[in-house]
């Protein structure tokens, strides 16, 4: 082979085996979380306020709960696999949808709807936005528990949070039922049902 016609080869064997080598090293860089400002940490710390506020009052019929989510946003009910995924099925699962808020009509002074208090939340930045988690708390309504799903400190919620053009939005929340720990479940579609009896909740029953 000519000398030219050598250097020529060795050239582009040296060209493809950096190209090669600097392939890897960007694979092999993790992506680094987002930088989170003030103001992401309390525009999220809002979003997870206004959860609780908009499943408890069923405002506009449950679409302002469903409007905290991304429009393919899914929330994980902890048991199995069930879940309410997109708009529709998420204002379902706040209790109200097309058909209205049923909820609202069916609590009386003995059986209160009870309010959800999620508190302690942990924000942590990811590449796509942010995860967080919280605990879930039902206190009771002048002094009346709810069923066990519904009474005192039942786990918490594991979220994932992405900035829209409409501001930060559940990607999806899941609630993690007791012995779980909220943080720390990677299966989402197999979970076992609530530790206490009675802990499953029925087929009709609206979002934790």
Known sequence: MPSNN???VLVA???VGIGAISLVVVRGQAKKPMALTALD???IQQLV???SWAIDNCTNNGYDYADLFTPDGIFYWGVGAR???GREQLAEAAGGGKTGCVKLTQATPGKPLQTHLALNLVIEPTPEGAIGKTYLVYPGVEGIAGDPTHAGHV???QDVYVKTANGWRFKS???VFPPLVTGTVKDFEN???PARPGGTPPAGAGAR
Request: proline share 4%.
């Open 83 to 85: 879940k309410s995924v």
């Open 173 to 175: 929340r899941l609630h």
């Open 13 to 15: 064997a040296v060209i």
């Open 41 to 43: 940490y309390i525009e």
């Open 191 to 193: 979970l076992p049902a």
């Open 49 to 51: 306020n206004k959860y």
């Open 155 to 157: 786990g918490g919620y």
């Open 6 to 8: 050598r250097r020529t």
